[in-house]
């Protein structure tokens, strides 16, 4: 085996996590090297837990299966946090020896290791309770220039990034769904990663999407997670749930008496698993009425926007980046992505890109709550 492969083994990474956090946090306590040692230990089996999770559904004692999937994603959750505040507070021991005396910077060491593992069981706990209760009502105003008086005040509700999967189930949905119909759309967009796991694994907990209603439908684009799940199967059953799924295409709305073009496109990744359905914005909106009263993309991947502002858009609806999910990583996830959370504006297209109604991985929002959209279109002023 080349150095490189050795050197890009993940083994290093479940190796190196714990070992890198228990030696400095564990040390500082006073728990004595046995102590440590057992600290250590346990890091590991989390740690080699955490990949075990996407397994979970072969095991045929449920009870099992779950208690290994909950330790999985909250074990995923808790060694983020605690990575991230082990190194800053390993930052501020820097500082302090820098800048203090070496018995006051030696004082900090064991209260800093407490903070560190105090903060730790916060974030994790806070963030799971918000991302456990049910998803927030945005509210947002689009103004499109030219808008018909007629579709003034048209609205679209949006739910995406559910990821109904191991620890996103039935009851969830069920919420969503009651919450959404609550609101009495004019029309309804899934804007993709809606499942993480089979049409078999998890058609009963995808059930009651079937009860959407609004008065000119339900609307569904793929996003990345499809893809891995198995999208064909997945658009099938989306269609048999009565979603209308949109694969680079549009459909004409009638409104009262103006019309409305709400086009889909799919995933920007989708070409890697079948080179047939390469995301097009332009060919979504080929053969549209060139006098629409307002064009309309639902994209899962923000950085669809390019295409959809050289194609004519009016406004993009996305999703995929879960305003970053939780702290810290809400700030960090700007670098990668242009359009994080909320509302942004490129040329002549509107950007909303949806924090997510759900969550993936660990079930934590700390610092990003999850959210049900209701947007508005209104006429432009100027």
């Known amino acids: 085996m080349s150095l490189r492969r050795v050197l890009l083994n993940p083994l290093w990474l479940v190796l190196s996590l714990p070992l890198y956090i228990g030696g400095r946090l564990l040390s500082a306590l006073s728990i004595g090297p046995l102590g440590v040692c057992a600290g250590i230990a346990v890091l590991l089996v989390c740690c080699v837990v955490i990949p075990l999770t996407v397994r979970s559904h072969t095991i045929r004692i449920p009870a099992l299966a779950n208690l290994l999937t909950w330790v999985g ?54 963030g799971l309770l918000t991302a456990r209760r049910r998803p927030k009502v945005v509210e947002v105003d689009i103004p499109v220039t030219g808008l ?50 089979s049409v078999q694994q998890l058609s009963s907990h995808t059930a009651p999407l079937a009860e959407l209603t609004a008065r000119h439908g339900a609307y569904f684009v793929t996003g990345n997670h499809e893809y891995y799940s198995g999208e064909r199967a997945w658009t099938a059953e989306i269609r048999r749930l009565g979603l209308r799924v949109l694969k680079n295409e549009h ?85 990668f992505q242009p359009f994080t959370g909320g509302l942004y504006r490129l040329k002549n297209l509107w950007v909303y890109v949806s924090r997510g109604t759900g969550y993936w991985g660990p079930p934590n929002r700390f610092g990003v709550r999850s959210e049900i959209t209701r947007i508005r279109l209104i006429a432009a002023t100027a």
């Open 251 to 335: 459909v004409v709305l009638n409104h009262n008496g103006a019309s409305l073009v709400l086009a889909g496109v799919t995933d920007l990744s989708a070409h890697h698993f079948d080179a047939g359905q390469q995301s097009d914005p332009a060919a979504a909106l080929r053969g549209s009425p060139a006098d629409a009263g307002a064009k309309i993309l639902l994209a899962h991947q923000p950085n669809s926007a390019a295409g959809a502002a050289g194609a004519g858009f009016d406004v993009q609806i996305s999703g995929h980046t879960h305003g970053g999910q939780f702290w810290p990583w809400n700030f960090f996830v700007r670098f």
């Open 73 to 126: 994603v909250l074990s995923m959750g808790i060694f983020s946090s605690l990575f991230v505040f082990t190194l800053l507070r390993d930052l501020v021991l820097l500082g302090a020896h820098l800048l203090l005396s070496p018995e006051q910077a030696a004082s900090m060491i064991a209260p800093s290791a407490r903070w560190t593992l105090a903060l730790t069981a916060f974030v994790t706990l806070a």
């Open 148 to 197: 018909p008086e007629a579709l003034h005040g048209f609205s679209i509700v949006q739910i995406s990034d559910v990821h109904v999967g191991p620890t996103i189930r039935r009851g969830f949905v069920e919420t969503i769904v009651a919450l959404v119909n609550g609101l009495q759309a004019d029309l309804i967009a899934v804007t993709g990663d809606l499942v993480d796991g």
